[in-house]
């Protein structure tokens, strides 16, 4: 069955960075669109970023552009995200998942499966 397992959240200090990983088994890794999603605490789960098949495109939201990057290493079966200048705000619980469909958008809806999720939390 479809895995995703995410790893390298952790603890950082404002203006530090960190890059978490998604490792994906199960399904053919290279046909899917993926995407990186966060949810706070007392707050619904948010999109990040999101990446086709072949990493040629990406999205972000707004509130990432210019200090997240998404990439992917179709050969590893491995989904990324390379997280700088964080801020206190930047602190969730960060998931990777796979998209149903073609497509770059960041709604929940239309993403199928979800790993269980890695910590980020950024001091002040």
């Known amino acids: 069955q479809v895995q995703l397992v995410e790893s390298g959240g952790g603890s950082v200090q404002a203006g530090g960075s960190l890059r978490l990983s998604c490792a994906a088994s199960?399904?053919?890794?290279?046909?899917?669109?993926m995407g990186w999603f966060r949810q706070a605490p007392g707050k619904e789960r948010e999109g990040v970023a999101s990446i086709s098949r072949g990493g040629e495109t990406t999205n972000y939201a707004d509130s990432v552009k210019g200090r997240f990057t998404i990439s992917r290493d179709n050969a590893k079966n491995t989904l990324y995200l390379e997280m700088n200048s964080l801020k206190p705000e930047d602190t969730a619980m960060y998931y990777c998942a796979r998209g149903l469909f073609f497509s770059l958008s960041l709604k929940q809806e239309l993403y199928i499966d979800w790993g269980q999720g890695t910590q980020v939390t950024v001091s002040s």
């Open positions: 199960g399904y053919t890794y290279s046909a899917s669109y």
